[in-house]
């Protein structure tokens, strides 16, 4: 073959090796795609149960979470209540307060406020005993329930209410105890060492009644040693608490030596009027009518570092008269007929002399028993203005002479009577 013709035979040879397969050619040359893995499935399943068990903790965290908010939900429901019993006890227990007054075990300072007393003690009886209900921790509505008990015969009852108001902390329940222990009191039996533990119970209590009750039982030298040392100290105590019964006790100790072997201690400083002036002054004005008999009777007389001072007799003497006392009254119509203290008054005189008569409780002829067992004779105006109001009430009918005579003390007797 000639070169010339052989050379495109050549050219077209090497293009068919050179050129790009054709889409036949390559699909039967390449190489197959990879089968697939065996597991894919599982694959599958493993990503939906990781997917399932996700939600399902998801679940179970809400349903916790639920849960939990439920529990927090309770115990903030069970605080409020909490909170709202509370509020109600502690206002059970302010209203039985307020209506009976603190607890105390101090002897009242006159019949009105005994008087007064259970008449508060009456009206508080139903909020005490719900307060007794709602708050049966606090002493003072068991104290309160107790006094009721005590007031109405039910002596076990009272012991029962006092001896879970003392645990509570009352004080004055503690005197009230040592008051059973100590007099026997209803079915209690005499026990002198609980009376006196109880004593001292209630003093460590700061309670005052029990403090001067102590003192009384070293006075006396029961269930405790005599001692008037410390009798004094205790009476200083409560008088300085400011308890009348105390403040009277203490004072007469300072007048008379009472409590003190012989009546005198010069260490004790026994006796002392003028230290008692200031403790009787303190309890009259509280109202204890013994301590202004007692001024009243100092000042007439006088003592030992106390002069007579007839104003201030008059004084002590008209705060008992305005308080009731029938013998004050007739004693502050004494002092005006003779002048004692302020200038005389005949006619305030006779006006006294009269309602001393009408209190019943004073004779005629205790009428001027201020003047001693042999007074001065009748002021003459004073008389006859005695004479005049009994006149006036038509019982007396002689004349107005001014002589209290039998015919005077008769009509003045028709009155008193």
Same mark, same amino acid.
């Given at each position: 073959?000639?070169?010339?013709?052989?050379?495109?035979?050549?050219?077209?040879?090497?293009?068919?090796?050179?050129?790009?397969?054709?889409?036949?050619?390559?699909?039967?040359?390449?190489?197959?795609?990879?089968?697939?893995?065996?597991?894919?499935?599982?694959? @599958? =399943? &493993?990503?939906? *149960? %990781?997917?399932? #068990?996700?939600?399902? $903790?998801?679940? /179970? !965290?809400?349903?916790? +979470?639920?849960? @939990? =908010? &439920?529990?927090? *939900? %309770?115990?903030? #429901?069970?605080?409020? $209540?909490?909170? /709202? !019993?509370?509020?109600? +006890?502690?206002?059970?227990? &302010?209203?039985?307060?307020?209506?009976?007054?603190?607890?105390? $075990?101090?002897?009242?300072?006159?019949?009105? +406020?005994?008087?007064?007393?259970?008449?508060?003690?009456?009206?508080?009886?139903?909020?005490?005993?719900?307060?007794?209900?709602?708050?049966?921790?606090?002493?003072?509505?068991?104290?309160?329930?107790?006094?009721?008990?005590?007031?109405?015969?039910?002596?076990?009852?009272?012991?029962?209410?006092?001896?879970?108001?003392?645990?509570?902390?009352?004080?004055?329940?503690?005197?009230?105890?040592?008051?059973?222990?100590?007099?026997?009191?209803?079915?209690?039996?005499?026990?002198?060492?609980?009376?006196?533990?109880?004593?001292?119970?209630?003093?460590?209590?700061?309670?005052?009644?029990?403090?001067?009750?102590?003192?009384?039982?070293?006075?006396?030298?029961?269930?405790?040693?005599?001692?008037?040392?410390?009798?004094l100290r205790l009476f200083r105590i409560a008088a300085d608490g400011g308890y009348h019964f105390a403040q009277v006790n203490l004072a007469q100790t300072y007048l008379?030596?009472?409590?003190?072997?012989?009546?005198?201690?010069?260490?004790?400083?026994?006796?002392?009027?003028?230290?008692?002036?200031?403790?009787?002054?303190?309890?009259?004005?509280?109202?204890?009518?013994?301590?202004?008999?007692?001024?009243?009777?100092?000042?007439?007389?006088?003592?030992?570092?106390?002069?007579?001072?007839?104003?201030?007799?008059?004084?002590?003497?008209?705060?008992?008269?305005?308080?009731?006392?029938?013998?004050?009254?007739?004693?502050?119509?004494?002092?005006?007929?003779?002048?004692?203290?302020?200038?005389?008054?005949?006619?305030?005189?006779?006006?006294?002399?009269?309602?001393?008569?009408?209190?019943?409780?004073?004779?005629?002829?205790?009428?001027?028993?201020?003047?001693?067992?042999?007074?001065?004779?009748?002021?003459?105006?004073?008389?006859?203005?005695?004479?005049?109001?009994?006149?006036?009430?038509?019982?007396?009918?002689?004349?107005?002479?001014?002589?209290?005579?039998?015919g005077t003390l008769g009509a003045a007797r028709a009155l008193a009577e």
């Amino acid at each position: 073959m000639p070169v010339p013709d052989l050379l495109p035979r050549l050219l077209v040879a090497a293009l068919l090796v050179t050129a790009p397969m054709t889409h036949a050619q390559q699909a039967t040359d390449a190489p197959l795609p990879a089968p697939a893995a065996p597991d894919a499935e599982a694959a @599958r =399943r &493993a990503a939906e *149960a %990781a997917a399932a #068990a996700q939600a399902q $903790a998801i679940a /179970e !965290a809400e349903a916790e +979470a639920e849960a @939990r =908010r &439920a529990i927090v *939900a %309770a115990e903030i #429901a069970r605080l409020a $209540a909490a909170r /709202e !019993a509370r509020r109600l +006890a502690d206002a059970a227990v &302010a209203t039985c307060l307020d209506l009976a007054g603190p607890p105390s $075990a101090e002897v009242p300072v006159s019949e009105a +406020a005994q008087r007064a007393l259970f008449d508060r003690l009456r009206d508080a009886f139903p909020a005490c005993r719900e307060a007794a209900e709602l708050a049966p921790e606090a002493g003072g509505p068991l104290f309160h329930l107790a006094t009721i008990a005590q007031a109405r015969g039910d002596h076990r009852q009272a012991v029962a209410l006092y001896d879970r108001a003392a645990a509570a902390g009352e004080g004055a329940a503690h005197t009230r105890l040592g008051d059973y222990y100590n007099f026997g009191i209803g079915p209690i039996r005499p026990d002198i060492d609980r009376a006196v533990a109880a004593y001292r119970a209630a003093t460590d209590l700061g309670d005052l009644a029990g403090t001067t009750t102590l003192a009384f039982m070293h006075r006396l030298g029961r269930g405790v040693p005599r001692d008037p040392a410390e009798m004094l100290r205790l009476f200083r105590i409560a008088a300085d608490g400011g308890y009348h019964f105390a403040q009277v006790n203490l004072a007469q100790t300072y007048l008379t030596g009472e409590g003190v072997p012989g009546g005198a201690d010069a260490a004790l400083g026994i006796p002392d009027p003028r230290a008692a002036v200031p403790h009787l002054a303190l309890a009259a004005r509280a109202g204890n009518l013994d301590a202004a008999r007692t001024l009243a009777a100092l000042y007439a007389t006088g003592a030992e570092g106390v002069p007579p001072n007839p104003a201030l007799r008059l004084r002590w003497t008209r705060h008992l008269a305005d308080a009731g006392d029938p013998a004050a009254i007739a004693a502050r119509a004494y002092l005006l007929e003779q002048g004692i203290g302020t200038p005389a008054d005949p006619i305030a005189a006779a006006q006294g002399y009269i309602a001393a008569l009408e209190t019943g409780a004073v004779p005629p002829d205790a009428l001027r028993a201020a003047g001693g067992a042999r007074p001065p004779g009748w002021d003459r105006q004073t008389a006859i203005e005695f004479q005049r109001i009994l006149q006036e009430r038509g019982l007396y009918l002689g004349a107005l002479d001014g002589i209290v005579g039998p015919g005077t003390l008769g009509a003045a007797r028709a009155l008193a009577e």
